[in-house]
């Protein structure tokens, strides 16, 4: 029976045969490249003709698995043969190796032992080498830090934003995104300097709701809705392990934001796990795209933090804290933004915004002052808090501040010279107790009218008349205080 009789017969019986290449040191290199849909892609050709696709490569617990399916054609005029379809192989398991070396070996006689090695070997490089290293001093000095909407969504960092159940978390992030999508800030107060695509991933809706709630967003501007620059994905698998379809998405659509809603279903529910916290933001690192992230917090949180892990904060380059205030039966809310974290910027002030809405046929955003509402202001900063109460109250002293706030007096002496330090408080009065004032320099653009309906009819404070005494910055003496902003210790105050 001679070996072509022999090959026609396996091949009716579905078995592929072929002369054996068992030493891996004559295997050819094979092709690498990525799917459309951002899959692994490895394809040897004739006369091999086997291509080998690994999907959803992620790091877990110090292992790296993928999904891989091989095919193989035997020639132009055969379909192609699935000899594997989509199994799960750890590519740090030499035991993993072997048993589909075994199985493959059963369907096609080839060296797949060494096929897999240098798979794995690709893999490793994809999932955990990063870039290559460089020296810091051989590198272009940087222009300025760049934003998608400054100065809340830094250009290729991670945000999170977050805050309580129903704070309008989600609707503020499409927002966000079609400002980004669009190039022009539905929000004001808020600055759009670089646009792009936006992909959105949804663990907790459907796209039924957020298309109404988009449509509802541009009839509040008078404009058409965007063709094609929003692109929507329901999703059920974490983060980490969907990451080469995500992958796929961000290369197929040239996404520059991605954003996550929310992050505790995008991390698999393990909001406390450090390691799946962790795995999170690796995953969503390696996309080298910008992230906005929404987030919840835990019921007592006075550390006013995302919920979880501390990872959760202390990995995000950027925190948003939202908090939202709203009266029942009516179409309007308001809501805060406090700049919670930002290790590539200062801390920004509060921003804050008042809804309206007409049952999703129409949303928009207005400027308004935060402090001007009484379940927003208690989320401020302390000199925050203490500017908007001097603004309603000339001239005060410390402790009549501190009365006003229901504060601790020594907080409030600490903010008060900190902030004549930064020029935001000027005090008056020749000697103890001195009154304080805002500076007429921080009047400028604070928002005054809580109800207007945008920036441009919200009008500054005017100046106020300063009073007799002393206001230059000296001390009681006349010497001259001094210029540093360094922090004043509340502890180590006299008084």
Known sequence: MTDDLLNSMALAAGLETGDSTADSSELDEPTFDRTPAGHLSFSWGYPDNIQIIIEGLHQKNRELWGEMTVLFQRNVDTRRRVLLNRKRINFRSTSHAESHDRYLRKRLDRD????????????????????????????????????????????????????????????????????????????????????????????????????????????????????????????????????????????????????????????????????????????????????????????????????????????????????????????????????RKGNNQQRKRAIAFRVEFDDDHSIQYHVTDPAAHEALNATLSLPRRIEHWLLQNEWKTAAEVAEGLDTIPRKVNAALLNGQRSGRFIRGGAKRPFIWAVAADELDGVTHNSTSNSTSNSEPLKTRDSPKGNLSKTDNSGTPLPTTTTNIDPEELPW
């Open 112 to 339: 797949w032992r060494g096929r897999l090695e240098y798979i794995a070997e690709i893999c490793e490089n994809q999932n955990v080498s990063g870039t290559p290293a460089e020296w810091l001093d051989e590198r272009p000095l940087p222009g300025p830090i760049e934003f998608h909407l400054n100065p809340v969504l830094e250009a290729g960092e991670h945000t999170i934003l977050y805050g309580d159940g129903d704070s309008g978390k989600s609707t503020l992030a499409l927002a966000m995104a079609l400002s980004v999508a669009e190039g022009v800030a539905l929000l004001p107060g808020l600055k759009a300097e670089k646009s792009g695509r936006v992909l959105y991933l949804d663990w907790e809706t459907d796209p039924a709701v957020h298309a109404r709630r988009l449509r509802a967003m541009m009839h509040g501007t008078g404009k058409e809705v965007p063709t094609k620059h929003i692109r929507y994905k329901r999703m059920h698998a974490p983060f980490a392990d969907s990451i080469e379809e995500i992958r796929g998405e961000v290369v197929a659509h040239n996404i520059s934001l991605i954003v996550c809603d929310s992050a505790s279903m995008a991390s698999g529910g393990l909001i406390s796990d450090e390691v799946g916290v962790s795995a999170f933001f690796l995953a969503a690192r390696s996309l080298g795209t910008t992230v906005l992230s929404i987030a919840h917090v835990a019921k007592s949180n006075d550390s006013r933090k995302p919920m979880g892990s501390t990872y959760w904060f202390n990995q995000a380059r950027a925190c948003w804290e939202i908090t939202h205030d709203q009266t029942e039966n009516e179409s309007r809310y308001s809501i805060v933004l406090n700049h």
